[in-house]
């Protein structure tokens, strides 16, 4: 499995330096803020070649007063926190080294979580995620599912990184995503 992710990898960073597929993302990402309907939004702070939603979802934050982003919270070994975000966020590093508002920013629950995916998978009927192999992600959306939080899960990233069933199967723990957004 570590092999299949830094092949992943290595071809996400290679993808994100294709200035179509950039443009082509924006274009995709401006579409699906302007018919966004929901209240609170989970992003992610980019790394290693993942989709940059912070522009396209500060330009959405910025036509309501009534929307919140949100960033993850990193706690070892648990389920995500949350808590909101804008272009003012006092930020710092978490256990990984991403930036995260500060440790004592109040905590919110979104209603869709945009995922950054380093490679998916459709299987079953259904899209999957394939990570850096924390758990992160599916611990918080196992966790959110038990105490009967709706949301939605949404996955981010390349269309050339999708795994064919046979080369990655989702284990017990995976969980499925709503949708994902591809360029």
């Not at 966004?36 to 959405?60: F, H």
């Not at 978490?94 to 919110?108: C, D, L, R, S, T």
């Not at 038990?146 to 989702?170: M, N, Q």
Request: proline fraction near 6%.
């Amino acid at each position: 499995m570590d092999s299949l992710r830094q092949q992943l990898l290595a071809k996400r960073l290679d993808l994100a330096q294709d200035l179509g597929l950039q443009a082509q993302l924006e274009s995709m990402l401006t579409d699906f803020f302007n018919h966004l309907k929901a209240n609170c939004v989970a992003i992610y702070w980019p790394i290693q070649g993942e989709p940059d939603l912070r522009s396209m979802a500060l330009k959405w934050l910025l036509k309501d007063s009534s929307r919140t982003l949100a960033l993850p919270v990193v706690q070892v070994n648990a389920p995500l926190t949350f808590a909101p975000w804008n272009e003012d966020t006092s930020l710092m590093k978490g256990p990984q080294g991403i930036p995260e508002p500060q440790a004592q920013a109040k905590f919110i629950q979104p209603d869709v979580l945009l995922i950054p995916c380093l490679g998916w998978s459709f299987q079953n009927n259904q899209f999957w995620r394939i990570g850096y192999g924390g758990g992160y992600y599916d611990r918080t959306l196992s966790d959110w599912k038990d105490h009967g939080h709706a949301f939605k899960a949404i996955g981010v990233g390349y269309r050339g990184l999708e795994v064919k069933e046979g080369d990655w199967r989702p284990q017990k723990h995976d969980q499925a995503l709503d949708s994902v957004l591809l360029v």
